[in-house]
Every structure is written in structure tokens, then in C-alpha cells.
T-cell receptor, first 111, second 118 residues
Framework: TQLLEQSPQFLSIQEGENLTVYCNSS?????LQWYRQEPGEGPVLLVT?????EVKKLKRLTFQFGDARKDSSLHITAAQTGDTGLYLC???????????FGGGTRLMVKP | SQTIHQWPATLVQPVGSPLSLECTVE??????LYWYRQAAGRGLQLLFY??????ISSEVPQNLSASRPQDRQFILSSKKLLLSDSGFYLC?????????????????FGPGTRLTVT
């Protein structure tokens, strides 16, 4: 069974601060996705990283896939209150149609 | 554009009662469909997935079942709810990629159903 561990589970920061969320596994994934979820809503896909060592930027968000495709990180620069939410990483197995989700990181950005 | 609907949005049911949650997708054909359960503020647990009408795979043995009576309809059911069935249920779809039948990996989620078993 492939498992993904996210850290930290909870993060409370002030607006303007930087933060990094980690997603780690002992298994190799063909690709990895990051989702953001608002309370009472379904997760929304932010990015998919496919190649080991790949870095993708989405405005103030930087996503990196580990060289061995076992881990990933999400870095947010100058966090805003609108970044508040639950961030989920999900690994794609070799079959390609199944996602294994991490436990999530709940981010609270205070004004 | 594609849309995914779930209903009801919220549900309060007593222990031992039956359950039926419905999910429908519009704007796409022959999607892969998924049911997930999410504990409060935590990750998603895959319950069932379907690659076609009448084709259901179960990931977690439990008192829930799923059915896909139509291409774009996915139903989650239970004959007798348990307290532990409480949670946030999410339906998702993904596109079957190309002619090879290999599904793409991006999944698109519905708004969810909040189920409370009392």
C-alpha cells in the first residue's frame, strides 16, 4: 500500500510570511498532484508534477517533485488570507487511474 | 464545460437507516467515477471507483455499496448506516484518455455531501 504523509498537519501564520508544506512517501509515484480545498467544498486541482526534480510555479506558489519521485513540496511566498484552506497532495500510482491522498495540511493565514 | 453534481448537500440519518447519495456528471462521456470519504479536515479515502456502467471496484470493505446504472451516474448506498459512516462524501470524475483506454490522472470533484449519522 502506498502512503503519503504531509507535514505539518496544521499551520497558522501571519499574512506576508512564507511557508513550505511537505509531502513524503517511501513509494515512487508516476506523478503527484496538489489540491486545495475550501470548507464544505470539493478539492480543486492546483498542479500536477510528473518528472523527478520538476519545479512548477503558479503565481506565489512553487511546487517541486523530488528527484526520486517519492516526495514533493509546496512553497508559498508572501501568504495572503485567501491562501487559507486545506492543501492535499495526491500520488498517482503506476496504473494511472488511482490517487493516494496525503492527510492534508490545514493552513490559516491571519491578517 | 463539464460539471459534477452531488445531492443531497447535507444529510442527517439515524443509525440503522438506509442511505442513497447520488452523483451525476455533465458534459463528458464515459468518465471514470470515484467515491471518497473524508474525515473532518483530513485526507480522502477512496471507497469505490468505476470505469464503466455496471463496473464497480471496492477499495475498502464496509457496509457501503456503489452502483453505476448510467454512464454519468454514480450512486453510493447503504442498507443500514453505522455511526462510523458519518463524514464528508465526495464524488469525482476523470477523463478516459485517448483510444488506449488509459485514464488521465486529473480528477475533478463535486461539492460533496455532509452525512451525519445520529
Amino acid at each position: 500500500t502506498q502512503l503519503l504523509e504531509q507535514s505539518p498537519q496544521f499551520l497558522s501564520i501571519q499574512e506576508g510570511e512564507n511557508l513550505t508544506v511537505y509531502c513524503n512517501s517511501s513509494s515512487v509515484f508516476s506523478s503527484l498532484q496538489w489540491y486545495r480545498q475550501e470548507p464544505g467544498e470539493g478539492p480543486v486541482l492546483l498542479v500536477t508534477v510528473v518528472t523527478g526534480g520538476e519545479v512548477k510555479k503558479l503565481k506565489r506558489l512553487t511546487f517541486q517533485f523530488g528527484d526520486a519521485r517519492k516526495d514533493s513540496s509546496l512553497h508559498i511566498t508572501a501568504a495572503q488570507t485567501g491562501d487559507t484552506g486545506l492543501y492535499l497532495c495526491a500520488g498517482v500510482g503506476n496504473a494511472g487511474n488511482m490517487l493516494t491522498f496525503g492527510g492534508g495540511t490545514r493552513l490559516m493565514v491571519k491578517p | 464545460s463539464q460539471t459534477i453534481h452531488q445531492w443531497p448537500a447535507t444529510l442527517v440519518q439515524p443509525v440503522g437507516s438506509p442511505l442513497s447519495l447520488e452523483c451525476t456528471v455533465e458534459g463528458t462521456s464515459n468518465p471514470n467515477l470515484y467515491w471518497y470519504r473524508q474525515a473532518a479536515g483530513r485526507g480522502l479515502q477512496l471507497l469505490f471507483y468505476s470505469v464503466g456502467i455496471g463496473q464497480i471496484s471496492s477499495e475498502v470493505p464496509q457496509n457501503l455499496s456503489a452502483s453505476r446504472p448510467q454512464d454519468r451516474q454514480f450512486i453510493l448506498s447503504s442498507k443500514k448506516l453505522l455511526l462510523s459512516d458519518s463524514g464528508f462524501y465526495l464524488c469525482a470524475w476523470s477523463v478516459r484518455g485517448g483510444t488506449s483506454g488509459i485514464p488521465t490522472t486529473e480528477q475533478y470533484f463535486g461539492p460533496g455531501t455532509r452525512l451525519t449519522v445520529t
